[in-house]
């Protein structure tokens, strides 16, 4: 395999902010063919219910369905993958799954309320929601880890009923897919996929329950079918392509780098993989293990075309302008590969999860670390965060107002709404007025 090429920018140069910008562009465009077949998939399955949906599994996953119970797995189905796991896997899917329930635990939110001197009680009502809709890839993209890591927070939220859809080409199940699904908790599984398991949830068939919210990673139909139903349910996010940023001080073996920015690599062709470091010797040790390391991968042609394309070193005058660099790119994985993490953590202020020190790999928190692996990308870490329980808890404003105090914030509230002209506001509050 020939000499990989990837992107070298200094963050010194003139015109570090162009080049920086067109580095991370990605063209998300919405594809207007795809859009248009997939708002036919979702209203054919609002009108026809389970026969569209019957219909749409049989021709794109290639099944012969007949009745619509046959798109349930029932519940002994997960149990026995479960039940039937080798020793070592099973042992992995539980660790993983206690501590990221471990994790979730600390992340409820509470309801609270506080009185005021007049006996007026102001408060907030924490409600898990009712029912969520967990999507999951099939077929060759089977990642038992997205069934942990949004399962588990949304049972730990409290929510009522917990639905899992998953296509099954050809009938074919993966059994780790379907034992992480019985270990986190999961209530009711479908082996239904594409944008007619997003609209089954969203709307609900004879047979799939409509739910509240839908979470899960899918292709861009699935992506783009959640887009369309945002708003008769919640989503969890539109996630872009996977992201990795290690900055380093130039002291980490340059091996254990190299295959950090594989981790992310791997993913697919438009993942995004950057190394920030003040160092050129280490820049330069880290590039030739990327060259001798990708010979081993196999995965080799993906991670080539993503460190090709969208790949990229950036050496920095200091770790402080590393830092700058970092929250501009605001990305999904964050390595601080350095002596003192917790120093440059502290300014910090746009990542997803962040890795501290030369020991933690990135691919930890994928798995089993306890922290969320969904997480923003494309920059939107900038104003988002990683999945969590709270995504699964609903809040209410609690506003309970004494005699004395409805006459107080009922003067207050009469002046602003006659400032509106909202009469009606007005004299409602008035009539509390003594």
């Given at each position: 395999?020939?000499?990989?090429?990837?992107?070298?920018?200094?963050?010194?140069?003139?015109?570090?902010?162009?080049?920086?910008?067109?580095?991370?562009?990605?063209?998300?465009?919405?594809?207007?063919?795809?859009?248009?077949?997939?708002?036919?998939?979702?209203?054919?399955?609002?009108?026809?219910?389970?026969?569209?949906?019957?219909?749409?599994?049989?021709?794109?996953?290639?099944?012969?369905?007949?009745?619509?119970?046959?798109?349930?797995?029932?519940?002994?189905?997960?149990?026995?993958?479960?039940?039937?796991?080798?020793?070592?896997?099973?042992?992995?899917?539980?660790?993983?799954?206690?501590?990221?329930?471990?994790?979730?635990?600390?992340?409820?939110?509470?309801?609270?309320?506080?009185?005021?001197?007049?006996?007026?009680?102001?408060?907030?009502?924490?409600?898990?929601?009712?029912?969520?809709?967990?999507?999951?890839?099939?077929?060759?993209?089977?990642?038992?880890?997205?069934?942990?890591?949004?399962?588990?927070?949304?049972?730990?939220?409290?929510?009522?009923?917990?639905?899992?859809?998953?296509?099954?080409?050809?009938?074919?199940?993966?059994?780790?897919?379907?034992?992480?699904?019985?270990?986190?908790?999961?209530?009711?599984?479908?082996?239904?996929?594409?944008?007619?398991?997003?609209?089954?949830?969203?709307?609900?068939?004879?047979?799939?329950?409509?739910?509240?919210?839908?979470?899960?990673?899918?292709?861009?139909?699935?992506?783009?079918?959640?887009?369309?139903?945002?708003?008769?349910?919640?989503?969890?996010?539109?996630?872009?392509?996977?992201?990795?940023?290690?900055?380093?001080?130039?002291?980490?073996?340059?091996?254990?780098?190299?295959?950090?920015?594989?981790?992310?690599?791997?993913?697919?062709?438009?993942?995004?993989?950057?190394l920030i470091s003040h160092d050129d010797h280490f820049l330069d040790a880290v590039e030739q293990s990327i060259n001798k390391l990708l010979l081993e991968m196999e995965r080799a042609n993906i991670i080539k075309a993503s460190l090709t394309a969208r790949g990229a070193f950036i050496k920095v005058e200091h770790l402080d302008q590393a830092v700058d660099v970092a929250n501009r790119i605001a990305p999904e994985h964050l390595e601080l590969s350095v002596a003192d993490p917790e120093a440059l953590c502290r300014n910090i202020r746009h990542a997803g999860a962040i890795f501290m020190g030369r020991h933690t790999?990135?691919?930890?928190?994928?798995?089993?670390?306890?922290?969320?692996?969904?997480?923003?990308?494309?920059?939107?870490?900038?104003?988002?965060?990683?999945?969590?329980?709270?995504?699964?808890?609903?809040?209410?404003?609690?506003?309970?107002?004494?005699?004395?105090?409805?006459?107080?914030?009922?003067?207050?509230?009469?002046?602003?709404?006659?400032?509106?002209?909202?009469?009606?506001?007005?004299?409602?509050?008035?009539?509390?007025?003594?």
């Open positions: 395999m020939p000499m990989l090429n990837i992107t070298k920018l200094d963050a010194s140069s003139a015109d570090f902010n162009r080049q920086l910008q067109q580095l991370l562009a990605f063209d998300e465009s919405d594809d207007l063919e795809i859009q248009q077949r997939v708002l036919a998939i979702i209203a054919d399955v609002r009108k026809n219910g389970d026969a569209a949906v019957i219909d749409y599994t049989n021709r794109f996953d290639h099944r012969d369905i007949t009745n619509a119970k046959e798109l349930e797995l029932p519940k002994a189905t997960l149990k026995a993958a479960w039940d039937n796991l080798p020793a070592e896997q099973a042992q992995a899917l539980q660790i993983a799954s206690e501590r990221i329930r471990a994790y979730a635990e600390h992340q409820k939110l509470q309801s609270w309320q506080y009185e005021e001197a007049d006996g007026t009680v102001l408060g907030q009502k924490i409600t898990p929601l009712d029912s969520v809709g967990l999507y999951v890839p099939g077929g060759k993209a089977a990642y038992p880890s997205s069934v942990l890591m949004n399962a588990i927070p949304a049972k730990v939220a409290g929510v009522g009923e917990l639905v899992m859809v998953v296509p099954t080409p050809y009938g074919e199940t993966n059994a780790l897919v379907l034992a992480a699904a019985y270990l986190a908790g999961v209530d009711r599984a479908f082996a239904i996929g594409g944008a007619q398991a997003v609209a089954a949830l969203a709307y609900g068939t004879e047979t799939i329950p409509a739910v509240a919210k839908i979470v899960g990673p899918g292709n861009i139909y699935v992506a783009t079918a959640k887009k369309l139903v945002f708003g008769q349910v919640g989503i969890d996010m539109i996630a872009g392509p996977s992201e990795i940023l290690v900055i380093c001080d130039g002291l980490t073996n340059p091996d254990w780098i190299a295959m950090d920015l594989f981790s992310q690599a791997e993913h697919d062709e438009n993942a995004q993989s950057i790999a990135e691919a930890l928190g994928d798995y089993c670390a306890g922290p969320n692996h969904v997480l923003p990308t494309s920059s939107t870490a900038r104003f988002s965060s990683p999945l969590g329980v709270y995504d699964f808890q609903k809040r209410s404003s609690l506003i309970n107002c004494s005699e004395a105090g409805a006459n107080r914030l009922g003067r207050t509230a009469s002046i602003l709404a006659r400032g509106e002209s909202l009469t009606a506001h007005a004299r409602s509050a008035e009539y509390r007025i003594k």
